[in-house]
């Protein structure tokens, strides 16, 4: 008889909880504690993601090679812990050899599309593995391809999802599944409209999961990942950072969208538009708890957290022509918008534009922004400057703008540091800062340790 479940949980798991046997069988005992986890959602095992951007640079013939068995040891490495080792290794085999096939075929004739198609395999295996391993736990679990409802647009490497075809293919195709048995899928890949696959950008299984969550309504999304929730900064840079038991959307929003790691950017977006609740918690210790994102919070102070976001790029459009104001930036951002370029932050001056731009949501994190084209259409109207290698340090609270103090607070630390560029007024919520990346570390650390500690 098959059981409805009304109220169910979508978990998703990062590369650290997949990376291994050991991980897997971790990540495992955390779905089959929770009943209402119903569809899983995997990242690849950690490194592989990476190897696989490698490959679809296009390698050389010693160096692909390399790679590849890179590759097959970590899938090896988790298949020889299996009981039964046979049953999943001819379609892992199977998926190497498309992978060495695709790699073949990049070294030649590189390309997005091409990309994206090779980096799903980490995806695909890790899910295919993982749903062995709960299988082989005597758990009734079914093994799902992502692609047949996270429909998207074709911009490869950083694909847009149709949220009402995901919807639509989600109710054909994936909520009678999860009757049935535990679900498991990919996060980060998808399919355009011509069946090609696509991702999401680097990250992006956040991402999936939250979609999926929206699209079945599910009672709340859990992250799983390493470490124990939200700090209110790096604990990698800052040791003292403090975890956040509980943090609005908007908040970890703010968090994700500049720079904070331990969300994609985008994943908060369908929780919120049904307010679905997301748990973020580390999957090597559950018992340390972790962080809940729901739309409000009791008392939300006035400083909540600071986000990094590394390697960003400042653009300068110097105006050559005496011309008002405002006829020069309809022009710049005319040029910016044929050619779908993406800004993220903006200042102006009476004769130029300073502009922030931030390269790192492309699967590969190049950046592909400044092309040939781009460039020669602004220098036709204005001076271009570009400076790379920046950092981007946001101090994010809750109506920062009401704040007494806070400018103070904020620049005191500063006084050391080249600042490139100050946005603060489009949102009450964030104040930013442009540095030289060098500089990112040191200006974190005393601006935590004047606001938090």
Known sequence: MTRIYPQFVVAKFGGTSV????????????????EQVRLVVLSASAGVTNLLVELSEGLESADRMDKIDTLRTIQYNIISRLKQPTVISKEIDQLLENIARLAEIAQATPSAALSDELVSHGELMSSLLFAEVLREREAQAEWFDARKVIRTNDVYGCAEPDLSQVAEQVEMHLRPRIEQA????QGFIGSDYAGHTTTLGRGGSDYTASLLGEALQATRVDIWTDVAGIY???????????????????????????????LHPATLLPAMRKNIPVFVGCSKN?????TLVRRETENPPLYRAI?????Q?????????????????????AILAQH??????VTTSESSIALALDP???????????TTSLLTALSSHCRVEIETGLALVTLIGNQLHQGTGVCRDAFAELDEHAVRMICHGASNNNLSFLLPGDAADSAVVALHRRLFE
């Open 182 to 185: 535990i679900v498991i899928t």
């Open 286 to 290: 559950t018992a340390a708890g972790g």
């Open 232 to 262: 209110t900064t790096d604990p990698r840079v800052v040791p003292q950072a403090q975890r956040i038991d509980h943090i609005s959307f908007a908040e970890a929003s703010d968090m994700a969208a500049f720079g904070a790691k331990v």
């Open 340 to 345: 779908q370029v993406d800004i993220d932050l």
């Open 307 to 311: 986000a990094v976001r590394r390697k």
């Open 360 to 370: 790192t949501c492309a699967t590969s994190g190049e950046d592909h922004t400044l």
């Open 19 to 34: 990376a291994d046997f050991d991980a897997m069988n971790r990540s495992a005992s955390i779905v089959l504690a929770d």
């Open 313 to 333: 790029t400042l653009l300068r459009l110097h105006s050559l022509h005496t011309q008002p104001a405002y006829a020069f930036f309809a022009e710049m951002f």
